[in-house]
């Protein structure tokens, strides 16, 4: 017998096949034979190891290493380190997604050691073209007990026991199935094997015949002996050309060693098999069509009944089942019922196969026990989201399923649970969407997929499809109706009603799918003309303005700065924007994370590139402002000098009205003043923006606090035609835990008020602060400046949720901040009535949160205590709208004033709100965002037109850049801002991130694709 030392398996299923892995197989066993290692390693050509996003792989045994992403030059290294000295090569390792921690035993893979294998028991571990291999692992070991020790009721009885359903979408009990055509009547019958697969990014069924063609082999010829039939067929589509090569080597060795043809087993029992290429018609995945393209008939569905069992395949009753299906038969014959029952759930037993894909860090197959929640398919094995986006959707079941939203992470994943939510299971295609996703979009691909395959038999299927992706069509395009939403609706239901066959009655599916969970989003693109995700380019000109809240024309500015124009650049900025200095250092830039050229290598430098031209701007000697028009005879109260009021006291005073502020503080900027310390938003610098707004004619009143100083019906008797409330969100939560009222414990808000204020000056020994946003950061980078000894953050969920600009987080932990995660406070420990520590619990993360988010659960006797003279509470805040009396202004039971979130406006006539005290704590932008639209709305509510300045978008949009703009489109590394020393850091509150001089800023912009130049139609 021969025997190696180590064997190389070389994954080598389509996916790798296609990225040169056969090349990296020669390019092994050439070194090997030039290190005389022929005789003690043996290289072996596999079907997929499942992890598909990371090939070409290898797996090395025995020690169970896997390397990933490999090219041809690296085939020396494995060899000669690995193989011949024993080192594994590090840089080839998986990397961890999140933390890319390297790690080294395939075993302790996140992708691998979370998943159950009966299905996929032989794939990537055998040789699927040496029999021998598959009869090591007990191949045709279920044949001979079938044939040999049960009679075929036992057969159907051990099948039964084990409830298997049908993996081939509608999971229709399998020993059924098998009872019936066993009972039909006839000499001849048929055993069919469905391998056609047709749904977009489903690959379960070929990488099965790829990597283990026998066990289906074998399972068709169990079924064959229980159903009394001699003759199968194999029905593969034409695009799976290597899973027919394998398949077709796997009969003809099974035929060799007598698992197929005359007296299988020495049993009399005869029995052969062949293949039928299909030519990729998806409708031929239903069964019945199917069947007639195998009798060499065009390939369209025929009514049920009668039902393949009883008339199928040549009009004789025929058993047909998917190859997913198949494959567990020998597992369950030699194994029992009673050792698969043991996985699943009640109803829905076993284990399912998906071919996980979309948004997620490892796509590739995965088989996991029935009722496994998505949650943990999607984030435990599939890695979380990539680039760390949210999660938005899973679609199941392909064209014929539904999309899963992020309330429903914790579901189980089995027949029963999905069919409930308006997906399926079906034959495993598992699509993960991420916020980039467009719903609608969504939905217009499906269909789109669905009326280009159907087949044309019934009217409902081939016009009613056509109907509805035209409604689609054009709702993409921003020219949809409200009615639009009935009438997909009604077509929807008269398609599932009247549809021939089960691929036409499934075809509405994620159209309803989409409406029930994401209606918004529909009613969005008819109603705004918007497309939240980005993605329907017909409704914006440039992903990076259609995802800013002040609508800035980023790629305009972008542009302007690539040649050299700094003046026109914030000229463009400031049609937006009053704040842009201040949002160039703190804004959470989501125009970046649309960014396309982050599909290449990284996003633009959006928000550095705005900070930059504003500091040009202001170093100039005065801040940019456009000309107001006609002053009005009309005037306008904002409350609050936050950036949400100063954003709408801005384009009020653009608008020619006279404004004034009301602010509650001794200074302007709200939390931009007193919440974001100066090492990140120096003082001088928001001042000067302010005072460019004040210029404007805007008057600021400070200490002047809406229901102590003023109200409002004394504001309208002042003659004041409209309130705007911009009140932010300044009151910090508490932590409800005992000791949280001693000395020494303060809320995050209070205590960066008191240190931008210059109240708190001096902090001394351990600080811990509580939370995991930008609050709790800025308060222990604040206390670390201002003397403490010590600070640590203390967060209960982990690290990856925190969710602090993971910039900052990072800078944090630089400059010396110790972060514990997956930590939550139960007490503060207090000695003579201050501070001495805070008692904390270990957590373990558990269910998913309504927003995608596990739960964080207390582990028992883990309780430990952390020595602290200051404890910080930074756990949220929230609006205060306890001035609110008698004003006729509603109030949310989330605690935010109710608004029209188009209009901005309240239930009281005249009163509109914008920014954290109609969001509840949010982003700056977002506020500027809301201060601009509810200046608009105000507008239009006095008599104006409604329209804010925009006078550059004509000149821009047929504007061409003068340098060599393909060489820029390569890739190129983003231009790194220059960062403060951290030497330089301590007891220092300078500005920590410093600007971009002038070359690298030019050579920054020209990295823009300008994806907002179309082709004309």
């Given at each position: 017998m021969e025997v190696s030392r180590a064997h190389v398996l070389v994954c080598a299923g389509a996916a790798c096949v296609s990225s040169g892995c056969r090349e990296i197989r020669d390019a092994i066993v050439n070194t090997v034979q030039k290190t005389g290692l022929q005789d003690e390693v043996k290289v072996i050509e596999t079907g997929c190891i499942g992890s598909c996003d990371i090939g070409p792989l290898a797996l090395i045994y025995p020690e169970g290493v896997l390397y990933q992403k490999l090219k041809v030059e690296d085939a020396e290294e494995i060899v000669n380190e690995h193989l011949l000295k024993g080192r594994v090569v590090e840089r080839l390792l998986y990397k961890e997604a999140v933390s890319e921690k390297a790690v080294e035993s395939f075993k302790e893979i996140v992708f691998f050691k979370n998943q159950v294998k009966i299905v996929l028991r032989n794939c990537g571990i055998i040789n699927p073209l040496n029999i021998e291999e598959y009869i090591g692992r007990d191949g045709y070991f279920g044949l001979a007990k079938a044939l040999t020790e049960m009679t075929r009721d036992q057969v159907i009885e051990e099948l039964d026991k084990s409830g298997l359903r049908g993996r081939g979408g509608g999971g229709f009990p399998t020993y059924?199935?098998?009872?019936?055509?066993?009972?039909?009547?006839?000499?001849?019958?048929?055993?069919?094997?469905?391998?056609?697969?047709?749904?977009?990014?489903?690959?379960?069924?070929?990488?099965?015949?790829?990597?283990?063609?026998?066990?289906?082999?074998?399972?068709?010829?169990?079924?064959?002996?229980?159903?009394?039939?001699?003759?199968?067929?194999?029905?593969?589509?034409?695009?799976?050309?290597?899973?027919?090569?394998?398949?077709?080597?796997?009969?003809?060795?099974?035929?060799?060693?007598?698992?197929?043809?005359?007296?299988?087993?020495?049993?009399?029992?005869?029995?052969?098999?062949?293949?039928?290429?299909?030519?990729?018609?998806?409708?031929?995945?239903?069964?019945?069509?199917?069947?007639?393209?195998?009798?060499?008939?065009?390939?369209?569905?025929?009514?049920?009944?009668?039902?393949?069992?009883?008339?199928?395949?040549?009009?004789?009753?025929?058993?047909?089942?998917?190859?997913?299906?198949?494959?567990?038969?020998?597992?369950?014959?030699?194994?029992?019922?009673?050792?698969?029952?043991?996985?699943?759930?009640?109803?829905?037993?076993?284990?399912?196969?998906?071919?996980?894909?979309?948004?997620?860090?490892?796509?590739?197959?995965?088989?996991?026990?029935?009722?496994?929640p998505l949650g943990d398919i999607v984030f435990n094995i599939g890695g979380g989201i990539?680039?760390?986006?949210?999660?938005?959707?899973?679609?199941?079941?392909?064209?014929?399923?539904?999309?899963?939203?992020?309330?429903?992470?914790?579901?189980?994943?089995?027949?029963?649970?999905?069919?409930?939510?308006?997906?399926?299971?079906?034959?495993?295609?598992?699509?993960?969407?991420?916020?980039?996703?467009?719903?609608?979009?969504?939905?217009?691909?499906?269909?789109?997929?669905?009326?280009?395959?159907?087949?044309?038999?019934?009217?409902?299927?081939?016009?009613?499809?056509?109907?509805?992706?035209?409604?689609?069509?054009?709702?993409?395009?921003?020219?949809?109706?409200?009615?639009?939403?009935?009438?997909?609706?009604?077509?929807?239901?008269?398609?599932?009603?009247?549809?021939?066959?089960?691929?036409?009655?499934?075809?509405?599916?994620?159209?309803?799918?989409?409406?029930?969970?994401?209606?918004?989003?529909?009613?969005?693109?008819?109603?705004?003309?918007?497309?939240?995700?980005?993605?329907?380019?017909?409704?914006?000109?440039?992903?990076?303005?259609?995802?800013?809240?002040?609508?800035?024309?980023?790629?305009?500015?972008?542009?302007?700065?690539?040649?050299?124009?700094?003046?026109?650049?914030?000229?463009?900025?400031?049609?937006?924007?009053?704040?842009?200095?201040?949002?160039?250092?703190?804004?959470?830039?989501?125009?970046?994370?649309?960014?396309?050229?982050?599909?290449?290598?990284?996003?633009?430098?959006?928000?550095?590139?705005?900070?930059?031209?504003?500091?040009?701007?202001?170093?100039?000697?005065?801040?940019?402002?456009?000309?107001?028009?006609?002053?009005?005879?009309?005037?306008?109260?904002?409350?609050?000098?936050?950036?949400?009021?100063?954003?709408?006291?801005?384009?009020?005073?653009?608008?020619?009205?006279?404004?004034?502020?009301?602010?509650?503080?001794?200074?302007?900027?709200?939390?931009?003043?007193?919440?974001?310390?100066?090492?990140?938003?120096?003082r001088d610098v928001l001042d000067k923006e302010i005072k460019a707004i004040t210029d404007l004619g805007v008057e600021i009143k400070y200490n002047c606090m809406l229901g102590k100083d003023i109200t409002t019906e004394k504001l309208f008797a002042d003659g004041y035609s409209a309130i705007l409330m911009a009140t932010g969100a300044h009151k910090g939560q508490k932590l409800n835990i005992p000791g949280e009222d001693a000395k020494g414990v303060a809320d995050g808000v209070t205590f960066l008020r008191d240190v931008n204020l210059k109240e708190t000056t001096k902090v001394s020994g351990k600080v811990v602060v509580i939370g995991g946003g930008n609050v709790a950061i800025d308060a222990a980078r604040s206390a670390l400046r201002l003397g403490a000894d010590e600070v640590t953050i203390i967060y209960r969920r982990a690290r990856e949720d925190m969710p602090a600009y993971k910039e900052e987080i990072e800078d944090a932990v630089k400059e010396g901040i110790k972060i514990q995660t997956l930590v939550a406070p139960l007490k503060i420990v207090v000695n003579d009535g201050n501070v001495s520590g805070i008692e904390c619990a270990r957590m373990s993360l558990g269910e998913f949160d309504k927003g995608g988010r596990r739960k964080p659960i207390p582990v028992s006797g883990a309780e430990f205590t952390i020595d602290a003279g200051i404890v910080i509470a930074a756990i949220g805040q929230m609006a205060d709208l306890s001035y609110l009396n008698g004003d006729g202004v509603k109030v949310t039971q989330n605690g935010t004033i109710e608004v029209n979130m188009k209009t901005l406006a309240t239930a009281r006539d005249g009163i509109f709100a914008a920014g954290d005290n109609v969001r509840g704590p949010a982003t700056a932008v977002e506020a500027v965002g809301d201060g601009k639209n509810a200046a608009m709305a105000i507008d239009k509510y006095l008599g104006g037109d409604g329209e804010p300045i925009n006078v550059y978008r004509d000149e821009l949009i047929n504007m061409f850049v003068t340098y060599n703009e393909a060489e820029y489109q390569k890739e190129r590394e983003r231009v790194v801002m220059p960062h403060m020393a951290l030497s330089a850091r301590v007891g220092c509150f300078k500005e920590v991130v410093l600007g971009y001089d002038s070359h690298a800023a030019v050579e920054e912009a020209k990295r823009c694709l300008h994806c907002y130049l179309k082709e004309e139609e």
């Amino acid at each position: 017998m021969e025997v190696s030392r180590a064997h190389v398996l070389v994954c080598a299923g389509a996916a790798c096949v296609s990225s040169g892995c056969r090349e990296i197989r020669d390019a092994i066993v050439n070194t090997v034979q030039k290190t005389g290692l022929q005789d003690e390693v043996k290289v072996i050509e596999t079907g997929c190891i499942g992890s598909c996003d990371i090939g070409p792989l290898a797996l090395i045994y025995p020690e169970g290493v896997l390397y990933q992403k490999l090219k041809v030059e690296d085939a020396e290294e494995i060899v000669n380190e690995h193989l011949l000295k024993g080192r594994v090569v590090e840089r080839l390792l998986y990397k961890e997604a999140v933390s890319e921690k390297a790690v080294e035993s395939f075993k302790e893979i996140v992708f691998f050691k979370n998943q159950v294998k009966i299905v996929l028991r032989n794939c990537g571990i055998i040789n699927p073209l040496n029999i021998e291999e598959y009869i090591g692992r007990d191949g045709y070991f279920g044949l001979a007990k079938a044939l040999t020790e049960m009679t075929r009721d036992q057969v159907i009885e051990e099948l039964d026991k084990s409830g298997l359903r049908g993996r081939g979408g509608g999971g229709f009990p399998t020993y059924l199935k098998w009872k019936f055509a066993k009972q039909s009547p006839g000499d001849v019958k048929y055993v069919v094997c469905n391998a056609d697969e047709g749904d977009p990014g489903a690959f379960m069924d070929r990488s099965v015949l790829e990597g283990d063609p026998h066990s289906v082999i074998e399972a068709m010829a169990i079924a064959a002996y229980t159903i009394g039939a001699q003759q199968g067929y194999v029905y593969v589509r034409a695009e799976y050309p290597l899973a027919i090569e394998r398949l077709t080597w796997a009969i003809g060795q099974a035929r060799e060693y007598k698992f197929l043809g005359k007296d299988i087993l020495g049993t009399g029992f005869n029995f052969d098999l062949d293949i039928r290429i299909g030519a990729g018609a998806f409708v031929c995945g239903e069964e019945t069509a199917l069947m007639r393209s195998i009798e060499g008939k065009r390939g369209e569905p025929r009514p049920r009944p009668p039902f393949p069992a009883v008339k199928g395949l040549f009009d004789v009753p025929t058993l047909l089942n998917n190859v997913e299906t198949y494959a567990n038969i020998p597992a369950i014959i030699v194994n029992g019922a009673g050792w698969y029952a043991q996985y699943g759930t009640e109803n829905s037993k076993g284990t399912k196969v998906f071919a996980l894909a979309g948004a997620v860090n490892n796509t590739g197959l995965v088989e996991v026990p029935m009722g496994t929640p998505l949650g943990d398919i999607v984030f435990n094995i599939g890695g979380g989201i990539k680039d760390g986006k949210r999660y938005k959707a899973a679609q199941l079941g392909g064209p014929s399923g539904g999309c899963i939203p992020v309330e429903y992470l914790n579901t189980p994943v089995d027949y029963e649970s999905i069919i409930e939510l308006g997906a399926i299971v079906g034959s495993g295609g598992l699509i993960v969407a991420d916020e980039d996703t467009c719903m609608v979009d969504f939905a217009r691909f499906f269909m789109d997929f669905v009326q280009h395959e159907s087949c044309g038999k019934c009217p409902p299927c081939r016009i009613g499809t056509k109907r509805m992706l035209e409604i689609l069509n054009r709702i993409t395009r921003g020219e949809g109706k409200v009615e639009d939403i009935d009438n997909l609706i009604e077509l929807s239901e008269r398609i599932k009603d009247a549809a021939l066959c089960g691929l036409g009655q499934t075809a509405p599916n994620p159209i309803l799918s989409t409406l029930r969970f994401f209606k918004h989003e529909y009613l969005e693109h008819i109603e705004d003309k918007h497309c939240q995700a980005g993605v329907c380019s017909a409704l914006f000109d440039a992903p990076c303005q259609n995802a800013c809240p002040t609508d800035q024309n980023a790629w305009g500015y972008v542009t302007l700065i690539s040649e050299g124009k700094f003046k026109e650049a914030i000229a463009l900025i400031k049609e937006a924007n009053p704040l842009p200095a201040t949002l160039g250092r703190v804004c959470v830039h989501p125009c970046e994370n649309k960014c396309r050229r982050g599909q290449i290598d990284e996003a633009v430098a959006i928000c550095s590139l705005k900070r930059f031209a504003a500091d040009i701007d202001m170093n100039s000697g005065s801040c940019y402002t456009p000309k107001p028009e006609a002053p009005k005879d009309k005037k306008v109260a904002v409350i609050g000098a936050g950036p949400g009021g100063l954003a709408g006291a801005y384009f009020l005073a653009l608008k020619g009205y006279k404004v004034s502020i009301f602010e509650a503080l001794p200074v302007a900027g709200g939390m931009l003043a007193v919440g974001i310390p100066d090492y990140r938003l120096p003082r001088d610098v928001l001042d000067k923006e302010i005072k460019a707004i004040t210029d404007l004619g805007v008057e600021i009143k400070y200490n002047c606090m809406l229901g102590k100083d003023i109200t409002t019906e004394k504001l309208f008797a002042d003659g004041y035609s409209a309130i705007l409330m911009a009140t932010g969100a300044h009151k910090g939560q508490k932590l409800n835990i005992p000791g949280e009222d001693a000395k020494g414990v303060a809320d995050g808000v209070t205590f960066l008020r008191d240190v931008n204020l210059k109240e708190t000056t001096k902090v001394s020994g351990k600080v811990v602060v509580i939370g995991g946003g930008n609050v709790a950061i800025d308060a222990a980078r604040s206390a670390l400046r201002l003397g403490a000894d010590e600070v640590t953050i203390i967060y209960r969920r982990a690290r990856e949720d925190m969710p602090a600009y993971k910039e900052e987080i990072e800078d944090a932990v630089k400059e010396g901040i110790k972060i514990q995660t997956l930590v939550a406070p139960l007490k503060i420990v207090v000695n003579d009535g201050n501070v001495s520590g805070i008692e904390c619990a270990r957590m373990s993360l558990g269910e998913f949160d309504k927003g995608g988010r596990r739960k964080p659960i207390p582990v028992s006797g883990a309780e430990f205590t952390i020595d602290a003279g200051i404890v910080i509470a930074a756990i949220g805040q929230m609006a205060d709208l306890s001035y609110l009396n008698g004003d006729g202004v509603k109030v949310t039971q989330n605690g935010t004033i109710e608004v029209n979130m188009k209009t901005l406006a309240t239930a009281r006539d005249g009163i509109f709100a914008a920014g954290d005290n109609v969001r509840g704590p949010a982003t700056a932008v977002e506020a500027v965002g809301d201060g601009k639209n509810a200046a608009m709305a105000i507008d239009k509510y006095l008599g104006g037109d409604g329209e804010p300045i925009n006078v550059y978008r004509d000149e821009l949009i047929n504007m061409f850049v003068t340098y060599n703009e393909a060489e820029y489109q390569k890739e190129r590394e983003r231009v790194v801002m220059p960062h403060m020393a951290l030497s330089a850091r301590v007891g220092c509150f300078k500005e920590v991130v410093l600007g971009y001089d002038s070359h690298a800023a030019v050579e920054e912009a020209k990295r823009c694709l300008h994806c907002y130049l179309k082709e004309e139609e």
